[in-house]
């Protein structure tokens, strides 16, 4: 399989507590990307970080990518409820345009 | 921009029914995916098309699943018969670029499919 893995499967903190959320693969790849899904809603895209970048952030979000271990981690800093929701990371599927996702990381953010 | 349309939200039918699900891609996108998600499988990528032609099929379970797109505003995803083990969540996706060019994909609200 390609799909890509992801740890932990569930995480739960505090609010205002920082989340880190792993994921790996296993292709080579251009560029990987970050998803969100709040429950019952579809995916929402949060950042693509490039395939020739180690660090990328917006706003709260930290995504690094280490393409010697085929792998990516996605920071959010000072998390608040509102960040409750199923995070998952996505890749190209041998260049092409099949996007492979993970399984997902569910946070829950306790107020 | 009123995002990825998808219809209908939620679907209830009997086994054996035929179900069409729905979708209208953002405007000016020339990709769309057809996904399926559940809890045992996670999300799996159905089908998509690319300027309206199917690119890749290989995800479609069965011959009881067909996707079309006639134009680049509409597609649609159907399951003939539908059996209880089709109940998912579908979502649509679509995106701007071409099969080598990635971008993100914008999803849909999805429909929530139970098959009694």
């Known amino acids: 399989s390609q799909q890509g893995e992801e740890d932990p499967q569930a995480l739960s903190i505090q609010e205002g507590e920082n989340a880190t959320m792993n994921c790996s693969y296993k292709t080579s790849i251009n560029n990987l990307q970050w998803y969100r899904q709040n429950s019952g809603r579809g995916l929402v895209h949060l950042i693509l970080?490039?395939?020739?970048?180690r660090e990328k952030h917006s706003g709260r979000l930290r995504v690094t990518l280490d393409t010697s271990k085929k792998s990516s981690s996605l920071l959010i800093t000072a998390s608040r409820a509102a960040d409750t929701a199923s995070y998952f990371c996505a890749h190209f599927y041998n260049q092409g345009g099949k996007l492979i996702f993970g399984q997902g990381t569910e946070l829950s953010v306790k107020p | 921009d009123a995002g990825v349309i998808q219809s209908p939200r939620h679907e209830v039918t009997e086994m054996g029914q035929e179900v069409t699900l729905r979708c209208k891609p953002i405007s000016g996108h020339n990709s769309l995916f057809w996904y399926r998600q559940t809890m045992m499988r996670g999300l799996e990528l159905l089908i998509y098309?690319?300027?309206?032609?199917?690119?890749?099929d290989s995800g479609m379970p069965e011959d009881r699943f067909s996707a079309k797109m006639p134009n680049a505003s509409f597609s649609t995803l159907k399951i003939q018969p539908s059996e209880p083990r089709d109940s998912a969540v579908y979502f649509c996706?679509?995106?701007?670029?071409?099969?080598?060019?990635?971008?993100?994909?914008?999803f849909g609200p999805g429909t929530r499919l139970t098959v009694t």
């Open positions: 970080i490039r395939s020739n970048e």
């Open positions: 996706a679509s995106s701007l670029g071409q099969s080598r060019v990635p971008y993100e994909q914008y």
């Open positions: 098309f690319n300027n309206n032609v199917p690119i890749d």
